[in-house]
């Protein structure tokens, strides 16, 4: 059974913690001192994510061009913010798939925490389980 | 010699990259080149330090790591290029080289910040530093590599978790750098699980209690390198040195080759285009018949042949490390096809020259029996030409994964 029931649901919790993701300092001065911008493209149910230093952009008005576009499934995405998905793993087998300069997003990955650790709270307000 | 078509100027490459590879070209032609003969004769344990310093000090130790951590940043791409300098110059140095990028990577691919604090500065100071992949072991090659065949591996190296260590058993080979490397990443099967289905990537400083370096591989080519045994009895490391979580060594390994196989069909070019160099000036030269050599048609049909081949396996390993540069997973086509042409491509190459040049292309002083010797190696590393026929051929059955 999927996590998500659906995409309103997906774009509400993942829209939320990109939104936290993006009032961090360290990690928007790092978007800005790359000039990065991410989509976030999510499926079953889809749900895309556009993300910059200075704003993020949830559903179909995510702007199609940007630096990174890292695709995953709702599921997978939620396992990984849950902590239950070890990154490299997900990447190596295909789980979640990045497009755009790879040295970029890994350096982005260790300035991730805060979403880590606010997501299982954020999923949880919704009736999304672990 | 830098004919521009056999050697091109890479003026569409960032100018990061262009620098390090003038740096790159500098050091291949004026410190490798003139000793690679002279490399090649010595005792398979001799290793020499000054030019591998020499090598450090341009920054090919620390080409592929991130800025953050003092490297150079400049991508898979950007050693590719390097690695047909060196190989172009002796394949055996490029080793040295890319076996420490291969020894990395699996810190840059586990995005652990920890773990690339702790191991990649060490590149960056001033004296030089190597670290080496260790994968192969007596009974197990390709099962460790090749998902499907994992479950039927046989007597691979263990990992038990006691606390807050891993405990590792057992003995790998063929390890590049084994000898003189700082660390190594090597891959060991958990306690309980089938074969190698519970292959699981650690990162063992070489210092530690339980380490014993090998013997040294006696190699029919590529003699300035080090290929050796790591043997591992009761090694702790703590558990913060694995790699991408427990059982998911294959598919780390597998992210890990298809990243290499690029840099490595950039090594068989080199190799390839120090052959046709070789004839091209050889061909230049002599004189049967009351004409150069190149000026005979069957003569001039080879180095064209030769010329095409170089330029085709440079196109395919450049546009296989740009995408791995641009893209997670890495692919697994483009980095396959590429090795398994250039492979092809330095074997013949070189066989070619060999040809070519007739009596002088069989002996030593000439260089082109060296470098036909040296072809074989790549054929070999990162996946023999058997393996990687499988995973060209999976890609072509596979049907589209959608997320």
Same mark, same amino acid.
């Given at each position: 059974?999927?996590?998500?029931?659906?995409?309103?649901?997906?774009?509400?919790?993942?829209?939320?913690?990109?939104?936290?993701?993006?009032?961090?300092?360290?990690?928007?001065?790092?978007?800005?001192?790359?000039?990065?911008?991410?989509?976030?493209?999510?499926?079953?149910?889809?749900?895309?994510?556009?993300?910059?230093?200075?704003?993020?952009?949830?559903?179909?008005?995510?702007?199609?061009?940007?630096?990174?576009?890292?695709?995953?499934?709702?599921?997978?995405?939620?396992?990984?913010?849950?902590?239950?998905?070890?990154?490299?793993?997900?990447?190596?087998?295909?789980?979640?798939?990045?497009?755009?300069?790879?040295?970029?997003?890994?350096?982005?990955?260790?300035?991730?925490?805060?979403?880590?650790?606010?997501?299982?709270?954020?999923?949880?307000? +919704?009736?999304?389980?672990? | 010699?830098?004919?521009?078509?056999?050697?091109?100027?890479?003026?569409?490459?960032?100018?990061?990259?262009?620098?390090?590879?003038?740096?790159?070209?500098?050091?291949?032609?004026?410190?490798?080149?003139?000793?690679?003969?002279?490399?090649?004769?010595?005792?398979?344990?001799?290793?020499?330090?000054?030019?591998?310093?020499?090598?450090?000090?341009?920054?090919?130790?620390?080409?592929?790591?991130?800025?953050?951590?003092?490297?150079?940043?400049?991508?898979?791409?950007?050693?590719?290029?390097?690695?047909?300098?060196?190989?172009?110059?002796?394949?055996?140095?490029?080793? *040295?080289?890319?076996?420490?990028?291969?020894?990395?990577?699996?810190?840059?691919?586990?995005?652990?910040?920890?773990?690339?604090?702790?191991?990649?500065?060490?590149?960056?100071?001033?004296?030089?530093?190597?670290?080496?992949?260790?994968?192969?072991?007596?009974?197990?090659? #390709?099962?460790?590599?090749?998902?499907?065949?994992?479950?039927?591996?046989?007597?691979?190296?263990?990992?038990?978790?006691?606390?807050?260590?891993?405990?590792?058993?057992?003995?790998?080979?063929?390890?590049?750098?084994?000898?003189?490397?700082?660390?190594?990443?090597?891959?060991?099967?958990?306690?309980?699980?089938?074969?190698? #289905?519970?292959?699981?990537?650690? *990162?063992?400083?070489?210092?530690?209690?339980?380490?014993?370096?090998?013997?040294?591989?006696?190699?029919?080519?590529?003699?300035?390198?080090?290929?050796?045994?790591?043997?591992?009895?009761?090694?702790?490391?703590?558990?913060?040195?694995?790699?991408?979580?427990?059982?998911?060594?294959?598919?780390?390994?597998?992210?890990?080759?298809?990243?290499?196989?690029?840099? $490595?069909?950039? *090594?068989?070019?080199?190799?390839?285009?120090?052959?046709?160099?070789?004839?091209?000036?050889?061909?230049?030269?002599?004189?049967?018949?009351?004409?150069?050599?190149?000026?005979?048609?069957?003569?001039?049909?080879?180095?064209?042949?030769?010329?095409?081949?170089?330029?085709?396996?440079?196109?395919?390993?450049?546009?296989?490390?740009?995408?791995?540069?641009?893209?997670?997973?890495?692919?697994?086509?483009?980095?396959?096809?590429?090795?398994?042409?250039?492979?092809?491509?330095?074997?013949?190459?070189?066989?070619?020259?060999?040809?070519?040049?007739?009596?002088?292309?069989? $002996? +030593?002083?000439?260089?082109?029996?060296?470098?036909?010797?040296?072809?074989?190696?790549?054929?070999?590393?990162?996946?023999?030409?058997?393996?990687?026929?499988?995973? $060209?051929?999976?890609?072509?059955?596979?049907?589209?994964?959608?997320?």
């Amino acid at each position: 059974m999927p996590a998500f029931p659906n995409a309103e649901t997906a774009a509400e919790v993942f829209g939320e913690l990109f939104t936290i993701l993006a009032a961090d300092e360290e990690f928007t001065a790092k978007l800005r001192e790359n000039d990065l911008t991410a989509r976030l493209v999510h499926t079953k149910p889809d749900c895309t994510i556009f993300l910059s230093a200075d704003k993020v952009i949830v559903g179909p008005e995510a702007p199609e061009d940007a630096a990174i576009t890292i695709k995953m499934s709702c599921d997978t995405a939620h396992q990984l913010w849950l902590g239950k998905l070890m990154m490299p793993a997900a990447v190596a087998t295909g789980k979640v798939r990045i497009r755009g300069k790879v040295a970029k997003v890994l350096e982005l990955v260790p300035i991730l925490r805060p979403a880590f650790d606010r997501y299982p709270e954020l999923a949880a307000a +919704r009736g999304i389980g672990a | 010699m830098f004919n521009e078509i056999i050697s091109p100027d890479l003026s569409d490459l960032p100018p990061e990259t262009r620098k390090f590879h003038a740096a790159v070209r500098e050091y291949a032609r004026d410190e490798v080149a003139p000793k690679a003969l002279e490399l090649d004769l010595q005792e398979a344990e001799d290793f020499d330090w000054e030019i591998v310093q020499k090598g450090h000090d341009i920054g090919l130790t620390r080409a592929v790591i991130p800025k953050e951590y003092g490297g150079l940043g400049v991508g898979v791409l950007g050693v590719a290029v390097a690695m047909e300098e060196l190989a172009a110059a002796c394949p055996a140095v490029a080793l *040295i080289f890319g076996a420490t990028m291969l020894g990395q990577t699996p810190i840059l691919l586990s995005g652990d910040p920890r773990l690339q604090a702790r191991f990649l500065p060490i590149f960056g100071g001033d004296q030089v530093a190597l670290a080496c992949n260790a994968v192969a072991e007596h009974e197990a090659g #390709t099962d460790l590599v090749i998902p499907q065949n994992a479950v039927h591996a046989r007597i691979v190296t263990t990992a038990r978790r006691d606390g807050d260590e891993y405990v590792i058993n057992g003995q790998k080979r063929f390890c590049t750098n084994g000898k003189v490397a700082d660390f190594a990443s090597i891959y060991a099967n958990m306690e309980g699980y089938e074969g190698a #289905t519970g292959l699981t990537g650690f *990162i063992v400083p070489l210092d530690a209690e339980g380490v014993t370096r090998g013997i040294v591989a006696d190699k029919m080519g590529y003699r300035a390198c080090l290929g050796s045994e790591l043997h591992f009895d009761n090694v702790r490391i703590p558990v913060e040195n694995m790699i991408g979580g427990e059982a998911e060594g294959v598919a780390i390994s597998t992210a890990q080759g298809n990243m290499a196989r690029s840099t $490595v069909a950039a *090594i068989s070019t080199g190799i390839a285009r120090n052959a046709l160099e070789h004839a091209v000036e050889y061909c230049g030269q002599r004189v049967q018949g009351g004409k150069l050599l190149h000026e005979h048609q069957f003569t001039a049909g080879k180095l064209a042949t030769m010329t095409a081949n170089v330029d085709a396996a440079r196109l395919l390993y450049r546009r296989a490390a740009d995408l791995v540069d641009n893209q997670l997973p890495a692919p697994e086509y483009e980095p396959a096809v590429a090795k398994l042409f250039a492979d092809r491509v330095a074997i013949e190459t070189a066989g070619m020259a060999v040809s070519l040049m007739g009596a002088n292309g069989f $002996v +030593r002083e000439y260089g082109a029996e060296k470098i036909l010797r040296d072809s074989y190696g790549t054929r070999i590393f990162e996946g023999t030409p058997e393996a990687l026929s499988l995973a $060209v051929t999976d890609c072509l059955y596979r049907e589209e994964d959608d997320l």
